[in-house]
C-alpha cells in the first residue's frame, strides 16, 4: 500500500493515523467512564492522568492528520446521492473539529482546576488558564457533553460505512481498510 | 529650621540603633503579610498550593544571629491547593491527618550566614513526626522592616505525608518545596529578653 493516498484509497499514513486514534478514542471513554464513577482518590488519579496523557497524544496525533490531509487530499468520495455527500463533508468536519475540541477542553479544565498535565510522566505542559474552580465545573459539563457528540456522531460514521459496505456495496469501506475484502 | 530637624531625626536614629543594638527585635508576620506556598508533583506534574492560615516569629538580632529564633506554627487544615477535592484528600488522615494534628511547626534556634542569606537548621514537626530541616531565607529592609523570603525542601514521605498507595513516589512525588515571601512587622507586644 503505498503512503500516499491514491484515487481508490487512502494510503498508509492517513489509514495509521486513523485506525491509532480511533483506538485511543476508544481506551479514552473507557478511562472517562471509569473515573466518571470512581470516588475521590489514589485510582481516580491515576486513571486520570492516563487519560490526559492519552489525550494529549490524540491531539498530537490530530494536528499530525490535519497537516497531513491538507498536504496530501483525500480520494474523492464515491457516487452517491448529494445529501449524502454534503451529511458526509458536515460530519468528518465535525469529527475533526472534536478531535481538537476534546482534548483542548480537557487540558484547560486539568489548568482550570490546577492539576497541570504531565505527559506520561516525561514532559508538563503549560498551563492555559489560571486556576479557577467554577471555570473547571463549566468545562467538566462541555467536555462530557462534546464527548457523547463525539460518540453519536462516530455511531453515526460506522453506521454510515457499514450502509455503503453492505446495502449499497459500493466498496466505500476499503477506502479506508488496508485490505480488500472480495 | 531645617537644620534642627535634621538633628532631630539624627538624634532619634541614634536612639533606635542603640536599642537595636542592645537587644533583639521580634518580628511576626502571618497570612495577611505574606505568602507561604508548596510545590508537590503529581502525576509527573509540579503544582501549587498555599497555607491560608499561619504564624512566623522571628527573633533576631543582627549582632547575634546565633541567639536569634525562628517560630512557625501552620495550620493543617488551611492547606489550598484549588481544588476541593485535592485539599479533602490533604486534610484526611492519609496525608496531614488535620484531626489528629491539627498544627505543623517549625523550630529553630541560631542563625548562620550563607552569602546574601540567613541559614537555620531547626526542626519540622508535621503529623507527629519531628525531622531536622534547614531553612534558608533573605531578609531585606523595607520602610523600617524586613521582607523576609526564601524556602526549604522537605521529603513529605519523612513525615509520613501520604499513606497506602499515596506513598507510590511514582504518583505523588517525594520532594515538596516551601517557598515563603513575608513581610515583617515588629511585634509591639512582644518583652525580648
Not at chain 2, 492560615?53 to 536569634?68: I, S, W
Request: hydrophobic share 50%; net charge positive.
Amino acid at each position: 500500500m503505498p503512503l500516499r493516498n491514491t484515487p481508490a484509497r487512502y494510503g498508509s499514513v492517513a489509514q495509521t493515523l486513523h485506525w491509532v486514534i480511533v483506538g485511543l478514542l476508544i481506551v479514552q471513554f473507557t478511562l472517562g467512564k471509569i473515573a466518571e464513577d470512581l470516588p475521590n482518590g489514589f485510582d481516580k488519579l491515576v486513571i486520570l492522568a492516563r487519560h490526559k496523557s492519552f489525550g494529549i497524544t490524540i491531539l498530537a496525533l490530530a494536528l499530525l492528520r490535519l497537516a497531513w490531509r491538507l498536504f496530501d487530499r483525500p480520494p474523492p468520495i464515491p457516487p452517491m446521492p448529494g445529501w449524502q455527500a454534503t451529511a458526509a463533508r458536515i460530519s468528518h468536519f465535525s469529527l475533526y473539529t472534536l478531535l481538537f475540541a476534546m482534548p483542548l477542553t480537557g487540558w484547560t479544565m486539568s489548568s482550570a482546576s490546577n492539576y497541570p498535565v504531565s505527559w506520561f510522566g516525561l514532559v508538563q505542559l503549560p498551563d492555559l488558564v489560571a486556576p479557577d474552580p467554577a471555570l473547571k465545573e463549566a468545562l467538566q459539563e462541555v467536555h462530557e457533553t462534546l464527548s457523547n457528540i463525539l460518540l453519536a456522531l462516530a455511531s453515526l460514521h460506522v453506521a454510515a460505512a457499514l450502509k455503503h459496505q453492505f446495502l449499497d456495496r459500493d466498496g466505500l469501506m476499503f477506502r479506508m481498510l488496508p485490505w480488500r475484502l472480495r | 529650621m531645617a537644620p534642627t530637624l535634621t538633628l532631630r531625626a539624627c538624634v532619634v536614629l541614634l536612639a533606635w540603633l542603640a536599642s537595636a543594638a542592645a537587644t533583639a527585635e521580634v518580628w511576626q508576620a502571618d497570612q495577611k503579610s505574606g505568602a507561604l506556598r508548596f510545590v508537590a508533583t503529581q502525576a509527573g506534574a509540579r503544582f501549587s498550593g498555599h497555607f491560608g492560615d499561619f504564624q512566623v516569629r522571628l527573633d533576631f538580632d543582627p549582632k547575634e544571629p546565633a541567639n536569634a529564633r525562628l517560630d512557625v506554627t501552620i495550620a493543617t487544615r488551611s492547606a489550598n491547593t484549588a481544588d476541593t477535592d485535592r485539599d479533602e484528600v490533604l486534610r484526611s488522615q492519609d496525608f496531614f491527618w488535620v484531626a489528629r494534628f491539627p498544627q505543623a511547626v517549625y523550630h529553630a534556634v541560631g542563625l548562620k550566614r550563607e552569602g546574601k542569606a540567613w541559614v537555620t537548621s531547626g526542626t519540622l514537626t508535621l503529623r507527629g513526626v519531628t525531622q531536622p530541616i534547614a531553612v534558608r531565607f533573605e531578609l531585606k529592609p523595607r520602610q523600617g522592616s524586613f521582607t523576609m523570603q526564601g524556602g526549604a525542601t522537605l521529603r513529605r514521605l519523612e513525615f509520613g505525608v501520604g499513606q497506602g498507595d499515596w506513598a507510590s513516589t511514582t504518583w505523588i512525588g517525594d520532594p515538596v518545596d516551601v517557598a515563603f515571601e513575608l513581610k515583617l512587622a515588629r511585634d509591639s507586644a512582644a518583652v525580648s529578653p
